[in-house]
Structures are given as structure tokens and as C-alpha cells.
């Protein structure tokens, strides 16, 4: 179950009538090259072709969610959301989800108060579209809700709940909600209730089902590109013949009045924040969404945003935040100042108040400003299939079908006039409609070890006896690999023929790659290195502080003026830190280009590195440094990185640790940050990448011009990190008490991305934990014993030298330690004696080159590749290689790599949660 913020945003849904033959849809409504048919058993489908798109997105909405919910069944349809998955009269049982994993190359699905929605995001093949519709239709009306699925789903789902009650802001906001509705309607959370969860019976979740999966209570959102005339034909063939049902009304929610709320405070303490948030609240009124859409910007935005002017850049407080929910029954401001121990939390309180009730009125510069950005902001989703289509859908539910509506607010932002939005603020942004929260850290009488009660040996929660259910056979799977073979090497000949790669005289080495690109934005990447491990040492801080503020001012800019022209160029420029370089990312709309990409280099070469700017960013630094680090994620983290760490203090690859960070920054002076910047910026041990619509020659006459003249003037030497092998070790540290303890194993691979067994070991890693739901780690952590409700696994293998990771990470349940770590074992111990098998290999090959295709077909992600492919030597023929070594892999091969590489006796495991013990610091 997913909720979220949005900006002048709503949900969606789908509507219709009742079919028995096939028919013809029928286009309904047209708007912005966006259309929307629908079959005469009412079912509705939105088209929203883009032929630049190298993916379809495609959601199904029910217009049913937890609104619906029976009276003391809290959670039934988020229940049913994940039951959903589980296999239908004609698909049965995992092979349900193991053609979605084959045919997607994502899904999800959430629910609501209003919708329940699934999600696909998948290739531009028409075969797979076919199939995902074909699986959709199945669910609509074939589901097969099998009662042994039940407990371990509802274990899940409590899983899942135990999340989001380990997210202060979330509880923060259910706190709200309960108190403007109480046990019911927005105040009973979508996720559900334990105890009514339990005593959901089958029944009802078939009743539930069969009343609100309906075509005529249904949509189909797609974007991307698609052949629309062969999509409409599979949607009538498999959609048609399902027959529309009379839909009870909907629930209705009562019009609030905030000023009736009585409890109007509230206090979260968890985690290690320090936060002050007003939540501005009331019913529905559509006349102002629009003003409100530009109130977070207007007042958080840097440098221009009132609240940014007053709290941060005063020191009261290291940041503010804003947003709104902007939904059918409501409209939601939320303004937050994050602030650290040392500052007045008062101060911060009445700052916060008096900035937004009793500030200064916007003028028309600000208003411009900002809608400019929405603006860009708007092209950008135009441009995205997954980000349109999510809001065609948001749009669709809140106005009961009318998705046209996201257009008419966009035109209403343009035509806003200064007075209306001044005068809707001042009127909403009233105490009557003020809602407080205060998040502070978790309790000190809370982080002190708890003693754990016996546990007993983990159980299998589905313990039915039950006939294999059939899976995929492994030909289909092996045809689809030689076919993305076969594709891929078409991509990157012809991506190759149009990629200009070369060196000016100095040495910077270049890639030009002009080509359209989806968004009509042009990219550039420019990566510096320079120093050495000597010359760098106890340089860390300085580095990260002279990257950030080399974009906040020139001599002959300001920060407001270059916020001004990244805004009017339709894009912007960032510069991050990394090990002994930094790297520029520089992106515009194509025809403003040239300009902003001049701009911005006279940015990098003359930054000012201004007193107050510096003084600003070290300031609030130092606040963040001070906060507790006692979350179990955070104490997890640190503890591996101090087992695993083989660097001295100071040394760039040294871990992250608090109290060295802070010693570091409250050394830095902005004299430091600029010697740094005098001495290494100024490399041609550099590489510069360009992609989007532009001429080559006039671009490398460009940057000789700009860059030809760069010389390092001190050595450079790329650092390394070399294998290290480590003895098993199983630490169960303290943290603070959560719902959720966090656990985190890696076991460092004497192999790189080079090494010849690498292609075995991405397969390996893919079957071991790549899948949220079929993959080995989750069959046995989430689906059988229902431990996790989200695991993350990762292979990382370095470019350079033959060393590698594999890290395994999952949140549990307090005191289940043992059971996760027990988990992992089993999996891996199960892997070791049996091997993968030979359904398991082909389609992890079949999905890894699937989502290799996938990336070639993006120009933005070729991008990505080409500096990294310049620092090598290398282009991009060399990454056939590696689609060809993962098509000939064989069970064999995969088997000897684990048992090569798998070392359980080499294997680090940490767990953090409030059983632990405290660990010293190394």
C-alpha cells in the first residue's frame, strides 16, 4: 500500500457499461493527443501514445478502496490488493507472478481510500503487452482467492504496517487524520487494522471482490509507446466477454471543518530528526487548489522561498519542507522547518507561524518564477510515460473520471494573477485551519536494551499440503534470450555509428552522441579527477563543501540569478563528489543548450565561494552531524562499515563515522575550500560526455574553447579498493526500539566486473534476491514465513579490480533475528548442495537482457555510460560481450560459481534493534 504527497495532484479510476460480445471500443473523449475509449460493458481505457517512450506503462484501477471496506474489516481491500497475486482460474498459483516477472519489467500495486490499483511497467513488444493484458483480464474477473494464502499475507501485511509505524512523519499524519474523522472514513488507515484483519473470512474477500472488480468499476491507464489500433483489439478480445455488475454507491466522506478538530497538537518522538510542521487543512474546495499548488515553492524554494529567506539563511533552523495533497475530499499545505539540538525550538515555532500567517505578500517575480517551474515541471511529465500515466490516473479518480481536468488546472496556474494567489494564502493559511506536529528523537529510556523473550525456530506460515503448481517452460525463456541478444547488438552497432568519441590536445577525452532525445533536453556530464591518496588525505569534508557550493555563486552571478536561468533554460546543473573527483551534470531544452551550458562553465571556472554561503552549508552540516544515530538502520550500517573497514581516518575511502566527520568540518574554513578548489579543480585528467540534439563540430569547437586550456597541476592517481576476505562474524547490536529491526550481511568476491565468472554471478544474484516475490530470498523470508515485508539484495562488482560484494539487507521484526539470519543461511546453504535451477537460470537471463535491451532504447541511460566507457578506453561494442557470456551460461556454470564464491565461514552479518548489544566504535 503506497500513499503519497502530491501537487496538485488527485487519484483514478475506471468506469463502464455491460457487454456480452465483442465490440468495437468507442473513443469517448479526446484532449492533448490523449484519448479515451470505452467497451460497452463500460470498461474504460486511456491511450497516451509516445513513440520517443522506450516503455509502456500501464495501469488497472479499481474505483474501490479502503472506504469501502466493510464495517470492522479494516484493511479487506489492501488485503485483497496482495491476494491479487496469487493465481487465477487459468493461471495458477507462483506462475501467475512468474509471467508477470516475465513479461514486465516492473510491478506493483497499491491501494487507497478511493482505488486500488495495479501496475505495469513494460517493454514496447507487443507480445508482452498482450500478455500483461491478458493477465489483467484474468484478474479481473478469474481470481482465485485460496484461504491458505491468507495468514501469510495478513503476516505480511502487518509487516508492512510495522513500516510505516517506524516513519515518524507517517505516524505524525495518521495521528491527524484520526483526529479530523476519527475510526473512520481518511482516519482509518488503508493499510488495516491487526484484529480486523484477522477476522476477515473468505467470504466476505469474495463478495468484495466480485461486488467492486467490475469492468464498469474499472480503467485502464496506457502510456508509452504502443500500436494503439492492436492494443484496443486485445483490450475488446479479452476484456469484452467479462460482464458489467451493478456497483453499490460509494462511500461518501463527510465535508470537513478543520475548525472543529479538537486535538490540534500533536508529538512524534522516533528517529533522530528535530521537526516542526503546520498542516493547514480543510474540506474540499476547488476554486483555490490552484494558488495552493504554488505554495510549497513559493515558500521553501532556494533562495527566492519566503520561509528559506527567514529560517534557514537566519540560522533558525537547518531546512524547510513543503508540499500539498490537493484530493477530492480535502486540501492539504504542509510547511516543516528541520532543525538540530542546538537551536530554539520556540524560535523555530514562531518563526514557522509567523513566516507563513503574517509574512510578506508574494510579488509578480515570485509568482513567475514559479510558475515557470510547474511549467517545466509539467513538460517533463508530458514526456515521461510512467509520470504521465500517473497522473492520468491520479486525475481520473478524484474527478470521477474526468483526467481532463489535470490540463484545466495547469492552464488555471498560467492564468493565476498575483492578488488571487495572495489573497487564497492569506485566507487558507489561517490558525483556524492549523494543525501542529513536533517530531523529536527517540526517548533515551527507549534506547537501552530490552531483554528478548524465547523465540521459537521459525515456521512455515503455509504448512497445506499442495501439488506443484506449473511454471514456465524454459525454451519460451531461452527463445527470449537469443531474441534480446539479437536486438542488442542491433542497438549498440547502430548507437556506435552515431557516438564521436576523441581527446583535445590537453587530453580530456570527449564522447559526442547527437541524437533526439524523448524529452527534447540535451545532456551534458563532465567527470574531473585529481590528487592522490596523500594529497587528499583529511580532505573529505573540504571536498564535499567545495562541490556544493562551486554551483552557489560566481564572481559575476549570484545564486538567485543562476536559480533564475536554470529555471528559464528548463533544467539545471549539479556537482556531486566521489572518492578524488567530481562530477557536473549540466541538462537544458535543446534550443537553450549552448547558452546555459556557457553559463554555467563560466559558474565552474569563477566560483565565489561566499563567506555566508559557506558559513550557511557548514553550519547546518555540523546540526546534522550532531543528530543521534541510533536508528536500526543507521547502527546496522555503521557497525558493518567498522568490521569491514581496512582504511586509516582521513583516507577518502575511510567509512562515514559522526564524530570524524564533525572533527573534519569544524576544521574547514572557506580559505581551505578554495586552495582545494585552486590546486585540483582545474584537471585534464578529465572526461566530458554530450547527448541531445545538437551539431558535433560546433560543440567541440565549444569546448576546446572552454576547456582545452585545463592542466593539472599537481599528480593524479585513481584509488582503488582491493579484495579483502573476512571471517564469518554475527553481531546483534542495540538500537533504539522500533517496530523493525534492520539486518545487513556482505560477503566480499575476489572478482570484478571483468573477472570471466562475473556473468554467473549477476545470475546468481538475481535468483538469490531480485524479485520481491519469487525470488529465493523471498520465497523464504516473505512469502513462507512472512519475517519481511521488503528485502533488498545487491551484487557490486568494481571496474577496476577484482573485488566485489554481495550485500543482503532486510527490515524484520523486532526479535526475529535469528529467524532472518536462519533464513539467509537456508537459502544460501539450499543453493550450495542443489544449485539454481534450469527454469530459475533461463529467466533470470531472459529478465537481466531484458532489462539490458531496455536501457540501450534510452538515449538518457546511454548517456550515463559514456564517461565511465571514456575513463576505460572503451565503447559501447564492448558491452555485447557480456550479452553473449549470459546467453551461453549454463546450470553448470552458475552451480560452480556459487560454490567458488559462496564462503558462509566468510560471510558478515549484522542486526540491530533494541535486544542488541551496544558496540563500541573501532
Not at 508509452?224 to 466522506?253: C, H, M, W, Y
Not at 490540534?264 to 528517529?271: A, H, I, M
Request: hydrophobic content about 35%; charged content about 25%.
Amino acid at each position: 500500500m503506497r500513499m503519497c504527497f502530491k501537487q496538485l495532484t488527485l487519484s483514478l479510476f475506471f468506469v463502464g457499461l455491460s457487454a456480452t460480445a465483442w465490440s468495437q471500443p468507442v473513443l469517448v473523449k479526446s484532449q492533448q493527443k490523449i484519448e479515451e475509449y470505452k467497451l460497452e460493458n463500460g470498461f474504460r481505457v486511456i491511450l497516451a501514445q509516445n513513440d520517443k517512450e522506450n516503455k509502456v506503462f500501464m495501469n488497472t484501477i479499481y474505483l474501490t478502496g479502503s472506504l469501502n471496506d466493510p464495517q470492522g474489516k479494516g484493511g479487506l481491500a489492501h488485503l485483497l490488493e496482495h491476494l491479487a497475486f496469487k493465481g487465477t482460474e487459468n493461471i495458477q498459483g507462483e506462475e501467475f507472478q512468474r509471467r508477470l516477472d516475465q513479461y514486465t519489467l516492473m510491478t506493483n500495486a497499491s491501494t487507497d481510500y478511493y482505488s486500488t490499483k495495479y501496475t505495469n511497467i513494460i517493454r514496447p513488444e507487443q507480445n508482452s503487452i498482450n500478455q500483461v493484458i491478458h493477465l489483467e483480464a484474468e484478474r479481473m474477473d478469474k481470481l482465485v482467492l485460496q484461504e491458505k494464502f491468507v495468514p501469510s499475507e495478513i503476516s505480511i501485511v502487518k509487516r508492512e504496517r510495522e513500516v510505516r509505524m517506524d516513519q515518524p512523519f507517517s505516524v505524525l499524519m495518521d495521528q491527524m487524520w484520526k483526529s479530523a474523522y476519527g475510526n473512520q472514513y481518511l482516519g482509518r488507515l488503508p493499510i488495516g487494522d491487526l484484529k480486523e484483519l484477522q477476522s476477515i473470512k473468505m467470504d466476505e474477500l469474495n463478495k468484495f471482490y466480485r461486488t467492486w472488480y467490475a469492468p464498469n468499476n474499472a480503467v485502464m491507464v496506457i502510456s508509452g509507446k504502443f500500436d494503439k489500433t492492436e492494443v484496443l483489439k486485445q483490450i475488446d478480445q479479452n476484456f469484452s466477454s467479462i460482464s458489467a455488475r451493478q456497483i453499490p454507491a460509494q462511500t461518501q466522506v463527510p465535508v470537513l471543518d478543520s475548525s472543529q478538530i479538537k486535538q490540534r497538537n500533536f508529538l512524534v518522538q522516533k528517529g533522530s530528526e528535530f521537526a516542526k510542521f503546520n498542516i493547514y487543512l480543510n474540506g474540499r474546495n476547488e476554486k483555490i487548489k490552484s494558488a495552493l499548488a504554488l505554495s510549497p515553492a513559493l515558500y521553501s524554494m532556494q533562495p527566492s522561498g519566503h520561509l528559506y529567506q527567514s529560517i534557514v539563511e537566519t540560522g533558525l533552523s537547518t531546512g524547510v519542507q513543503a508540499t500539498t495533497w490537493l484530493d477530492q475530499d480535502f486540501n492539504l499545505v504542509f510547511i516543516g522547518a528541520i532543525y538540530a539540538p542546538n537551536h530554539d525550538p520556540k524560535k523555530v515555532k514562531a518563526a514557522l507561524i509567523s513566516g507563513v500567517e503574517k509574512g510578506q505578500p508574494f510579488n509578480e517575480t515570485e509568482l513567475n518564477r514559479v510558475k515557470n517551474l510547474i511549467q517545466n515541471q509539467a513538460d517533463s511529465i508530458l514526456s515521461n510515460a510512467a509520470a504521465l500515466g500517473g497522473r492520468l490516473s491520479d486525475y481520473y479518480v478524484s474527478y470521477q473520471g474526468d483526467w481532463t481536468q489535470y490540463f484545466s488546472d495547469l492552464q488555471r496556474v498560467k492564468n493565476l494573477k498575483l492578488d488571487e494567489v495572495n489573497r487564497t494564502l492569506t485566507e487558507f493559511l489561517v490558525p483556524e485551519h492549523r494543525i501542529s506536529g513536533d517530531i523529536q528523537p527517540t526517548p533515551e529510556d527507549q534506547k537501552k536494551a530490552l531483554q528478548q523473550q524465547a523465540t521459537e525456530p521459525a515456521k512455515t506460515l503455509d504448512q497445506t499440503d499442495s501439488k506443484e503448481e506449473p511454471l514456465k517452460d524454459k525454451v519460451e525463456y531461452q527463445y527470449e534470450v537469443a531474441e534480446y541478444v539479437k536486438t542488442s547488438k542491433n542497438y549498440l552497432l547502430a548507437t556506435e555509428k552515431k557516438i564521436q568519441r576523441g581527446k583535445l590536445k590537453n587530453g580530456i577525452q570527449y564522447a559526442f552522441y547527437p541524437t533526439s532525445t524523448r524529452d527534447d533536453k540535451t545532456y551534458a556530464t563532465i567527470s574531473v579527477d585529481f590528487g592522490t591518496e596523500k594529497s587528499l588525505f583529511n580532505q573529505g569534508q573540504v571536498l564535499d563543501l567545495m562541490a556544493y557550493l562551486m554551483l552557489r555563486g560566481s564572481d559575476q552571478y549570484t545564486l538567485q540569478e543562476i536559480a533564475d536561468k536554470s529555471i528559464a533554460a528548463g533544467g539545471g546543473a549539479t556537482a556531486i563528489a566521489s572518492g578524488n573527483g567530481i562530477t557536473i551534470q549540466i541538462v537544458a531544452k535543446k534550443d537553450k543548450f549552448e547558452d546555459f551550458f556557457k553559463f554555467m562553465l563560466a559558474v565552474l571556472k569563477n566560483p565565489k565561494f561566499e563567506q555566508s554561503q559557506f558559513d550557511l552549508i557548514k553550519s547546518q552540516s555540523l546540526s546534522v552531524l550532531d543528530r543521534p544515530y541510533t536508528e536500526p538502520e543507521t547502527v546496522a550500517a555503521l557497525t558493518i562499515s567498522r568490521i569491514l573497514e581496512t582504511y586509516q581516518p582521513g583516507d577518502l575511502r575511510y567509512h562515514f563515522e559522526p564524530d570524524l566527520a564533525k572533527q573534519q568540518m569544524q576544521a574547514t574554513t572557506v580559505e581551505k575550500v578554495k586552495q582545494l578548489y585552486q590546486n585540483f579543480f582545474i584537471s585534464n585528467h578529465a572526461q566530458i560526455a554530450i547527448t541531445g540534439d545538437y551539431q558535433a563540430a560546433t560543440m567541440l569547437q565549444l569546448i576546446q574553447q572552454e576547456l582545452g586550456s585545463w592542466k593539472a597541476k599537481l599528480p593524479y592517481q585513481r584509488l582503488s579498493s582491493d579484495y579483502q576476505a573476512y571471517s564469518a562474524q554475527k553481531i546483534h547490536a542495540l538500537s533504539e526500539q522500533r517496530e523493525f529491526g534492520n539486518y545487513q550481511a556482505i560477503l566480499t568476491i575476489n572478482a570484478g566486473a571483468d573477472h570471466p565468472d562475473a556473468p554467473a554471478l549477476i545470475v546468481f544474484s538475481y535468483i538469490l534476491g531480485d524479485s520481491q516475490l519469487s525470488s529465493r530470498l523471498a520465497q523464504e523470508l516473505r512469502e513462507k514465513n512472512a519475517l519481511v515485508y521488503s528485502f533488498g539484495s545487491g551484487l557490486n562488482l568494481d571496474d577496476w579490480v577484482n573485488s566485489g560484494a554481495l550485500t543482503i539487507e532486510a527490515n524484520y521484526t523486532a526479535g526475529k533475528s535469528t529467524q532472518v539470519s536462519q533464513g539467509v543461511y537456508k537459502v544460501l546453504n539450499d543453493l550450495l548442495s542443489q544449485g539454481v535451477t534450469e527454469q530459475e537460470l533461463e529467466a533470470a537471463k531472459a529478465n537481466i537482457l531484458k532489462k539490458r535491451v531496455t536501457a540501450l532504447e534510452d538515449e538518457r541511460n546511454i548517456h550515463q555510460m559514456l564517461t565511465p566507457q571514456l575513463k576505460r578506453n572503451r565503447d559501447l561494442l564492448f558491452r555485447e560481450k557480456r550479452d553473449q557470456a549470459l546467453e551461453k551460461l549454463t546450470k553448470a556454470d552458475v552451480d560452480a560459481v556459487i560454490k567458488k564464491y559462496i564462503k558462509l565461514d566468510q560471510l558478515v552479518e549484522v542486526m540491530a534493534d533494541q535486544y542488541g548489544k551496544p558496540q563500541s566504535k573501532r
